[in-house]
């Protein structure tokens, strides 16, 4: 069974910096994007960012030119750079994994962000 393993979360200052790395535990057959989700307390969870196995990107408007998500494909890790972080950036974030277009998707156990303002 794949998981994915999360690191890097922390509490940090409003205006610090984190980044946060996931990759899978095993192989994974095709992977078609990998992203970010987060949930805070009491909130739907939502995408943050998401990069696809071309690189190509997108992001929710709240984190654009903050957040950065990038992959090292060889590592087959994927990393989300957070800048200028904000107290309403405190969340639990989920590492996701698209295989094959939806054939099967890989979360991974979240990891907190906490930014005190």
């Known amino acids: 069974q794949v998981q994915l393993v999360e690191s890097g979360g922390g509490l940090v200052q409003a205006g610090g910096s984190l980044r946060l790395s996931c990759r899978p535990s095993g192989s994974i057959f095709s992977i078609t994007a990998m992203a970010w989700y987060r949930q805070a307390p009491g909130k739907q969870r939502e995408l943050v960012a998401r990069?696809?196995?071309?690189?190509?990107?997108n992001y929710a408007d709240s984190v654009k030119g903050r957040f950065t998500i990038s992959r090292d494909n060889a590592k087959n890790t994927v990393y989300l750079q957070m800048n200028s972080l904000k107290p309403e950036d405190t969340a639990v974030y989920y590492c996701?994994?698209?295989?094959?277009?939806?054939?099967?998707?890989?979360w991974g156990q979240g990891t907190q962000v906490t930014v005190s303002s």
């Open positions: 990069i696809t196995s071309y690189g190509s990107t």
């Open positions: 996701n994994v698209d295989e094959l277009h939806g054939y099967k998707d890989y």
